[in-house]
């Protein structure tokens, strides 16, 4: 864990996955937001210590949300580095590409990893973090989860039927914590379509897919989820909500 200049009084936001794609676009609104980032990722250890000693206050976590003791490492880790908790972002996702007539291709393994990154993870940050949260939360400014999702928990699509329905579960999870964690918690989900990330860089049919059919010709940016995450941060009134950003592809 490193730390760049520290400012305790700041509001601490947490966000998995932040060294590359929408994770990384996200940390860095937020800091731009006046926030104090921890930036976390699974290996990539340099590229957090360099994210982290660019942007005053953050600091860097390395942690692997398949392993249980970790996940809850990364949570002590950072209440004693910072103190408190505002904001946990569940954005460290992973995803398999598997043709959904293939069912035997969609192994009971598969699932499990699917299920441990994209579904126990969030929950276990959630339940290690729900008393700091509750701390530091107040009437005029509650604390907050935002859960990065995917338009294939919402829709009959995505890459594989285990990724998609795990992202499913995500989506339920953060609707039912949503009334179970309020009013001190707000939980909101993003449920992106196609962002440009390296996650994505190969994916030529689906970017084909957005170009021509999707109201808005394209897909989206790291910056755009980003943007859209700071207006969810912001907010001190919305709860259960999954704010589908797809650039209008589920209207077609
Ligand atoms: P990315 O590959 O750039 O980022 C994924 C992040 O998750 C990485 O930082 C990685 O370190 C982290 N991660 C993966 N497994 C981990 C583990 N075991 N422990 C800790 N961290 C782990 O991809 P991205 O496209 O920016 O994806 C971010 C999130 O957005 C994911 O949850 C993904 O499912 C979701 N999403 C992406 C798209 C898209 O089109 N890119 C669409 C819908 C949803």
């Known amino acids: 864990m490193i730390a760049n200049q520290s400012n305790n009084s700041a509001r601490v936001a947490l966000i998995t996955g932040s060294t590359s794609g929408i994770g990384k676009a996200i940390a860095l609104q937020l800091a731009k937001d006046g926030f104090r980032v921890v930036f976390h990722s699974r290996s990539s250890v340099t590229e957090g210590e360099k994210l ?14 398949s392993d249980q003791a970790q996940t809850k490492r990364l949570v002590s880790d950072l209440l004693s ?10 954005n460290a996702g992973i995803n398999a590409m598997i043709p959904h007539g293939l069912l035997k291709e969609a192994t009971p393994e598969i699932w499990r990893d699917l299920y441990e990154v994209n579904v126990i993870a969030p929950w276990t940050l959630i339940a290690e973090a729900e008393q700091a949260l509750r701390n530091a939360s107040t009437k005029e400014c509650p604390s907050c989860i935002l859960n990065i999702s ?30 179970t964690l309020s009013p001190e918690i707000r939980v909101n989900a993003i449920a992106p379509g196609l962002v440009d990330t390296p996650m994505t860089e190969s994916w030529v049919e689906a970017h084909k897919l957005w170009r021509e059919k ?18 969810l941060v ?3 009134y919305l709860t259960g909500e999954i704010i589908l950003s797809d650039g209008g592809l589920n209207l077609t």
């Open 234 to 236: 912001s907010s001190s």
């Open 150 to 179: 995917s338009h294939a928990g919402v829709r009959p699509k995505g890459a594989s039927i285990p990724y998609a329905a795990s992202k499913s579960a995500l989506n339920h999870m953060t609707q039912l914590l949503a009334l």
């Open 52 to 65: 982290a000693s660019a942007v005053p206050g953050a600091i860097y976590i390395q942690a692997d949300l």
């Open 214 to 231: 999707s109201p808005m010709k394209r897909g989206a940016k790291p910056s755009e989820i980003a943007h859209i995450a700071s207006m």
């Open 81 to 90: 580095g910072c103190g408190r908790l505002d904001v946990l972002v569940n």
